[in-house]
Nanobody
């Protein structure tokens, strides 16, 4: 069983930056695929980025490509989402998710087994 806990949400003005963290407890992230999703009020959960822990292979959603960076820290068993050049449309609850590693990088919420509680990110114009 993997528990994931997000942190680092908050409020920022448009053009600013925030960094989200996702830490694991219960077992390590090795041989897991990690992803960030976000959900704005009244909208479906949206894919943001996915990373395969073992080789660092990463895929970004079109809405964040070039602005967000996903990274991992082996020693701390933590993944990070660095968000730059933020826009009001980035406002959402951000969720970290995990699943056992496979040969592809899933981008649908239903493909993930473990979820964090979510952290609010608000970008003001």
């Amino acid at each position: 069983q993997v528990q994931v806990v997000e942190s680092g949400g908050g409020s920022v003005q448009a053009g600013g930056s925030l960094r989200l963290s996702c830490a694991a407890s219960g077992r390590t992230f090795s041989r897991y695929t990690m992803a960030w999703f976000r959900q704005a009020p009244g909208k479906e959960r949206e894919f943001v980025v996915v990373i395969r822990w073992s080789d660092g292979n990463t895929y970004y959603g079109d809405s964040v490509k070039g602005r967000f960076t996903f990274s991992r820290d082996y020693a701390k068993n933590t993944v990070y989402l660095e968000m730059n050049s933020m826009k009001p449309e980035d406002t959402a609850v951000y969720y970290c998710a995990a699943r056992p590693e496979g040969s592809y990088l899933p981008r649908q919420p239903e493909d993930y087994n473990y979820w964090g509680q979510g952290t609010q990110v608000t970008v003001s114009s």
